[in-house]
Nanobody, 121 residues
Framework: VQLQASGGGLVQTGGSLGLSCTAS??????VAWFRQAPGKEREFVAA????????YYAASMKGRFTISRENAKNTVYLQMNSLKPEDTAVYFC?????????????????WGQGTLVTVSS
């Protein structure tokens, strides 16, 4: 079982970036993105369920970030717009079965390796 995150990079303030997370080895219900900035704890960004596609967002990301999924490709995407320097972090995708509490880091047993997003001012 593997989660492969990709798409990170360097972008200027106000720019956009898209991340992808592809799962192999099994199909997951809930897939989420978390991020961890230097010196800070890992925090919830967004999550999406498989069955009904319901989405969850952290308050500070809602309206700027959009999570979506393509079940046929076992892939979840995170489109990030209007990026700010404080969005700079390593972004991790995480996955688990359906029906968990989407925003809780401890609910997820499967994690990708992380991809770095740097927003320059």
């Amino acid at each position: 079982v593997q989660l492969q995150a990709s798409g990170g990079g360097l972008v200027q303030t106000g720019g956009s970036l898209g991340l992808s997370c592809t799962a192999s080895g099994r199909t997951f219900g809930m897939v989420a993105w978390f991020r961890q900035a230097p010196g800070k704890e890992r925090e919830f960004v967004a999550a999406i369920g498989r069955i009904d596609g319901v989405t969850y967002y952290a308050a500070s990301m809602k309206g700027r970030f959009t999570i979506s999924r393509e079940n046929a490709k076992n892939t979840v995407y995170l489109q990030m717009n209007s990026l700010k320097p404080e969005d700079t972090a390593v972004y991790f995708c995480a996955a688990e079965k359906e029906g968990i509490l989407a925003g809780l880091i401890g609910e997820y047993d499967y994690w990708g390796q992380g991809t770095l997003v740097t927003v320059s001012s």
